[in-house]
Nanobody, 115 residues
Framework: HVQLVESGGGLVQAGGSLRLSCAAS????????MGWYRQAPGKQRELVAT???????NYADYVKDRFTISRDNTKNTVYLQMNSLKPEDTAVYYC?????????WGQGTQVTVSS
């Protein structure tokens, strides 16, 4: 099993930045793709960005050029650097990790962007 713990959320003004972290523990050997998703009130959970174990990245169009996903395999941690934040980025941000054939999720961290 894999446990994921997100941190780094908070309240920020529009135009500001935040850096989210997601640390994996447990059976972390051979964790595959990791990603960030978000869910705003009343909306479905949506993709933000993903990164493979080899470092290949994929971004949703609405965060491209503003957000950067990265990972440190030695620390089993994935990061999300969020710049130029907008009020519409307000959501609970979840990380996930693919281990063997199962997808694991963290509990989420709240990001609130004020206008």
């Amino acid at each position: 099993h894999v446990q994921l713990v997100e941190s780094g959320g908070g309240l920020v003004q529009a135009g500001g930045s935040l850096r989210l972290s997601c640390a994996a523990s447990g059976s972390t050997f051979s964790i595959g793709t990791m990603g960030w998703y978000r869910q705003a009130p009343g909306k479905q959970r949506e993709l933000v960005a993903t990164i493979t174990s080899g470092g290949s990245t994929n971004y949703a169009d609405y965060v491209k050029d503003r957000f950067t996903i990265s990972r440190d395999n030695t620390k089993n941690t994935v990061y999300l650097q969020m710049n130029s934040l907008k009020p519409e980025d307000t959501a609970v941000y979840y990380c996930n990790a693919l281990y063997l054939v199962r997808l694991y999720w963290g509990q989420g961290t709240q990001v609130t962007v004020s206008s």
